[in-house]
């Protein structure tokens, strides 16, 4: 099963993991403390040098069940989330992860990777980046067909730069990836009808044309768009309307393996085999994915409801770990969970009639309420998530010390310490910046004697969301910061992140995770022109650390590593947010599914890896 390239914003429990991090088992609030006897300090060390409580848990990442395989057949996919896909079936409209995954059994992707997450020659096309022309060519195969039995074409590739770019896009895709492309600003910008780096070679070949390439570019989802729309279907509706039309919503098609046949949005999507699949018609009929509440999904697994659940909520995997009947596949996530600090706001491109004055981008403002580096390091400093990952996620989760995650072994700082618990020196960093209690309640005033009152916004999903915002704000309690709950409730994952992104003046810190995709370079998460910036946060030395990364340079991939490394210690100490938790997620298999195989970069073709190669072996489910 192919892992998603594209940076997503993670729902409480949708995909590969909960958006909210756990410091409690989801019984009460008794248990919300640091640790689950209502001490303070539950991460320490024991006295042989080894971290209490669990230990990290290893997996297997590919299953081989006995049986002959039957034919045909209906694979069921329980999708534990308390968040429900919109169903935006399009790589260019949609935000969160709970639509990449609905998506990722139909519509198709143009190019493989390796398990390194490097561009090959595995998918529909082959990819060349030539340095010293600052040209990406992609070339399709041939026979690679739309589900309604239309060629897919460059110009299908061609076209979702030119959604992408359109003055009128409505989605978030645009960033200073597609800038890059020679011609791409005066296309969005109107002073070109089209986009000149993008051209169009014959039926199978596109080239496209950069200002400056990078090393970045050779990896899948690092600056290179890969994706096709079919232009014969879309063509001829606005750009602007794209998102909400039937042709995305509710009749969509891909160019993979199971072509849409219904959609309960939110609910569920039926999906029947595509017999003119590129790879080989699918083994199985059809695939069935329903949504799943957390709360019911350790129950579905007992009733043996599905062969496969995504998703599987890790804070309860004591309570599924052995039920019998199904094999649990895990892995280290692309995904990290983080706190982030609202920190100024998102500036629209400046318009001169059609001319472009100033692009949009991330505009801090100084005078934010988080603004104050040593404010946000004591915020971190008093929260223990080394506790919360060994004691609440049984050794699935453990403490974050960079926004690098540790699959990107070659670009992540392991020597950062981070910020373990220690709330000692949360308040003296308070107390050298002059957060003081003027009062006598208890609580600190800002520098100015004023009030303090924190707003956060975290979002509901599964029984951990509401003991880990409760354990959060004892903590800074704890350190005398009033921290308060937004509109004093958990908001869904959909309206919690339109008033993020939407920099909601009411909102001081939010909750939230990030899938990372499959390119380290930060840059569409935290460069000045990242729409996906939430916390707003841009500075000089951070633009020269996302220049270098991405120049010529970085083809020393030593020298590059080398540039990771200083801009994580840099980031860590100006801290716009607290990376939290790095995570595990898990995959329970039954045993009557033939093969299932997660390893990233494993051949399409290997039984088990590839969804047209799953196959049944018995028409009911095992239970034992």
């Known amino acids: 099963m192919s892992n998603k390239k594209k940076y997503s914003m993670l729902a409480s429990t949708a995909a590969v993991a909960f958006i909210l991090a756990a410091c409690g088992d989801g019984e009460t609030d008794d248990t919300t403390d640091s640790g689950t006897d209502g001490t303070e300090d539950s991460g320490e060390e024991s006295s042989n040098g080894e971290q209490d409580g669990p230990q990290p848990i290893t997996f297997e990442q590919r299953v081989e ?4 395989e039957m034919e045909g057949g209906t694979l069921n996919i329980g999708y534990v989330s308390d968040s429900p896909f919109t169903g935006i079936f399009s790589w260019e409209l949609y935000t969160g992860n709970p639509d990449a995954i609905v998506m990722g059994y139909t519509m198709g992707e143009v190019l493989g990777y ?141 160019f993979g393996p199971f072509k849409v046949e219904n959609i309960v949005p939110g609910e569920s999507v039926s999906y029947t085999a595509f017999e003119d699949y590129y790879r080989g018609a699918p083994k199985l009929d059809r695939i069935e994915l329903e949504t799943v509440p957390t709360s019911s999904a350790v129950a579905a697994m007992e009733n043996a409801s599905y062969d496969v659940f995504v998703g599987m909520p890790t804070d309860q995997y004591e ?139 975290s979002m509901s999903g ?53 899938g990372t995709g499959t390119d380290p370079t930060p840059s569409e998460l935290y460069g000045r022109d990242a729409e996906f910036n939430f916390t707003r946060w841009a500075s000089e030395e951070n633009d020269e650390f996302m220049e270098q990364m991405t120049s010529p340079e970085g083809f020393d991939t030593e020298w590059r590593a080398g540039v990771f490394n ?13 990376p939290t938790l790095f995570r595990k997620a898990v995959t329970p298999v039954n045993n009557r599914v033939g093969s299932f195989d997660i390893n990233v970069g494993v051949d399409a073709d290997t039984p088990g890896a590839g969804l047209h190669t799953l196959y049944l072996t018995g028409t009911e489910r095992a239970v034992e």
């Open 566 to 578: 200083d801009w994580q210690e840099y980031f860590m100490e100006e801290l716009p947010i607290i």
């Open 65 to 68: 069940n006995e049986g002959e």
């Open 319 to 457: 309570t599924f770990k052995d039920i019998p009947g199904y094999t649990i596949l895990g892995q280290d996530e692309n995904a990290y969970t983080y706190i982030g600090f609202k920190l100024g706001e998102w500036q629209d491109a400046e318009m001169d009639g059609d001319e472009i004055v100033e692009p949009a981008q991330n505009v801090p403002n100084p005078d934010a309420k988080m603004a104050d580096k040593e404010l946000r390091q004591a915020m971190a400093f008093a929260i223990d998530n080394d506790a919360v990952g060994a004691r609440f996620y049984q050794g699935l989760r453990r403490r974050a010390n960079s926004p690098i995650i540790p699959n990107f072994a070659d670009y992540y700082n392991e020597a950062l310490e981070g910020y373990p618990h220690d709330p000692e020196r949360a308040n003296e960093l308070l107390d050298e910046a002059g957060y003081e209690d003027v009062d006598g309640d208890g609580m600190r005033e800002n520098p100015e004697g004023e009030e303090l009152v924190i707003n956060f916004a």
């Open 462 to 514: 599964g029984e951990v969301a509401e003991p880990i915002v409760e354990y959060y704000m004892q903590s800074w309690e704890k350190v005398g910061l009033n921290v308060q709950l937004l509109d004093g409730r958990l908001h869904e994952f959909n309206s919690f992140y339109d008033r993020v992104g939407a920099d909601d003046p009411e909102i001081d810190i939010y909750q939230g995770a990030w």
């Open 114 to 254: 390796d398990e390194n997450y490097q561009w090959d020659d595995s998918g529909a096309a082959t990819f060349e980046l030539d340095q010293d022309t600052n040209v990406a060519t992609i070339t399709l195969k041939d026979n690679i067909l739309w589900h309604d039995g239309e060629q897919v074409t460059a110009g299908d590739i061609a076209f979702t730069h030119e959604i992408i770019g359109h003055p009128d896009y409505t989605g978030v895709r645009y960033s200073g990836d597609i800038a890059n492309i020679v011609g791409m600003e005066a296309y969005k910008s109107g002073e070109a009808d089209s986009i000149e780096g993008v051209r169009v070679i014959d039926d199978l070949t596109l080239e496209i044309e950069y200002q400056s390439v990078g090393v970045q570019m050779l990896q899948a989802g690092g600056g290179v768009w890969a994706y096709a729309a079919p232009r014969h279907y879309l063509e001829d509706i606005p750009v602007g309307e794209l998102e909400s039309s039937p042709e995305i919503r509710e009749n969509p098609i891909g």
